[in-house]
Structures are given as structure tokens and as C-alpha cells.
């Protein structure tokens, strides 16, 4: 049984690594090997420079720099925020509790396409059209997260909370010496799919970001086509989204440990 078990996953897992494995490929040939017929999934002559060729033929330098900073910024946003209103609906009790929360979550049901006019109306009355801002401060805030880390926090032992204000510590204290170290799994969960999320984001940053001195590295991939005449530059353009690629890898690898235990252990209890 674990041998099919095992044999089923390997099968889906050479199927969803192949389309990276081609992009990959690609991204080391010339032109006429990408239109080649029959195609070669190993080139026959490795063009590395295709990667330098493609970093700067559309300031992916400057992009990168931008992506990293608001990915950056809405992740560290988003772990705080979370963690904070997580553990004020977990750990906290107050009238109205589970009915704010309840409101809270219920946003996760409102498409953001429906929030796109309003929201771009905010950003233009505080004058952060085509600045960084516009996708960063709307986002430093997730309802989805603050469900994860309440959820998650739930399962804390209340003695541990309890012997922390027997030493004095008050909410805040306690919140940041006892209970957000032992949320490391949710967090780097969260944290994971933030960045993901960000560093992919496409339509808002399109919507906002109109000078090219601040887009990021999605909104240059998509005009990298453009770009380039009359014959798209296939190798280079998978070149570009091999590096677009690599930093959501890097992330996952770093944190699938903590990623794992995370989706597990987040929704084992319910009440608090």
C-alpha cells in the first residue's frame, strides 16, 4: 500500500515539475532551438547569457529591488498584525469577542475584484498612485492569517499564560515572550504564502503602478514581450522567469519544516 502510495505521488510530482523543468530548459537556448521541431528538452549548446542578456534588457535589477521591498514589507506587516489580532481573539476575553472575529473572517468571502474601484479611490485621495505604498499598506492586514494564528494559538496551554502574569508580564509581554515564539510554524505558514503571494501579485500592482521606476518584477515580465519586436525572444523570457522563479523555491525550501507542522497543527482545536 505505501509503495502505491508512494508511486502515485512520485507520478504527480514529475507532472507538476515538469513545466519548471521546460521553462528551465528553455531558458539555456538560442532562438532556433526554442522553435525547433522535433523540440529538445537539453539543448545542444548551452547559452548562458541568456540570463545576463535578460537581467538587463529590462531593468530586472530595479524591479527585483522592488519586489523584494514590498514582499518585504506586507510579510513583516501581516506576521504582526495577524499574530497580534490572533492572539487578541484567542487569548483575550472581552464582550463582542467571537462576533468581531466572526465579522472580521467573513471578509475572506469578498472577492477583491469587487474591492478594486473603492480601493483605487483611497490610493488616489492620499496621492500614492505609482508609489510603493499603494500595494503595501492595503495588505499589511489579512483576515485569512488572523483565522490561521487564532486557530493556531487555541492550542497555546493557558498554565503557560497563566505563570507569565504570575511573573508580572501583561498582555503585551506575554504576547511577545511566551506565545509568539511558540507560533514559529504558523508564522513561517503565513509567511510563506504572503510572500508567494506578493512576490506574484500582478493585477493591483498593474491597476497602480504606472511609472516604470517602481514596478515590479511581474509587471516587467508581462512587458517584456513588448519589448522586443516583431519575434517574441522565448529563451530570453524564460530566462527572466526563471529568476522571477527562484526566490518563491528559495523560500519554500527554507521554511518547509516549519510550513509543514504549520498546516497541521493550525486547525487541530476550535475553541479558546
Not at 467571537?98 to 472577492?111: A, C, E, N, Q, R
Not at 511573573?167 to 510554524?185: E, S, V
Request: charged letters at 10%; aromatic letters at 16%; one cysteine or more.
Amino acid at each position: 500500500m505505501d509503495l502505491l502510495v508512494y508511486l502515485v505521488l512520485s507520478v504527480v510530482g514529475i507532472i507538476f515539475i515538469m513545466p519548471f523543468a521546460w521553462m528551465v530548459a528553455n531558458s539555456f537556448k538560442d532562438i532556433r532551438g526554442i522553435y525547433q521541431y522535433p523540440p529538445e528538452f537539453i539543448p545542444e549548446v548551452w547559452h548562458f547569457e541568456n540570463y545576463s542578456e535578460a537581467w538587463t534588457m529590462t531593468h530586472f535589477d530595479l524591479g527585483f529591488l522592488n519586489s523584494a521591498f514590498v514582499a518585504a514589507a506586507v510579510v513583516l506587516g501581516q506576521l504582526f498584525t495577524a499574530s497580534l489580532a490572533g492572539y487578541s481573539f484567542a487569548r483575550l476575553r472581552y464582550p463582542g469577542r467571537d462576533k468581531i472575529f466572526l465579522l472580521y473572517i467573513s471578509l475572506m468571502m469578498v472577492p477583491f475584484t469587487v474591492l478594486l474601484i473603492p480601493l483605487y479611490v483611497q490610493m488616489r485621495y492620499f496621492n500614492w498612485i505609482s508609489t510603493l505604498q499603494a500595494v503595501i499598506v492595503p495588505f499589511l492586514f489579512t483576515p485569512w492569517g488572523t483565522f490561521m494564528m487564532r486557530q493556531f494559538m487555541v492550542t497555546i496551554p493557558r498554565e503557560l499564560e497563566d505563570a507569565a502574569r504570575i511573573d508580572g508580564c501583561g498582555f503585551f509581554r506575554t504576547y511577545w515572550l511566551i506565545i509568539l515564539p511558540l507560533t514559529k510554524p504558523a508564522l513561517a505558514t503565513l509567511a510563506i504564502f504572503t510572500f508567494v503571494n506578493t512576490w506574484n501579485s500582478f493585477q493591483w500592482p498593474l491597476i497602480v503602478l504606472g511609472k516604470p521606476k517602481v514596478k515590479t518584477l511581474p509587471l516587467l515580465l508581462a512587458s517584456f514581450q513588448n519589448q522586443s519586436g516583431m519575434r517574441t525572444p522565448w529563451h530570453l523570457i524564460m530566462a527572466a522567469a526563471t529568476f522571477v522563479v527562484i526566490p518563491v523555491l528559495i523560500a519554500f525550501v527554507v521554511g518547509q519544516k516549519y510550513y509543514v507542522r504549520g498546516i497541521v497543527t493550525s486547525g487541530i482545536k476550535g475553541g479558546g
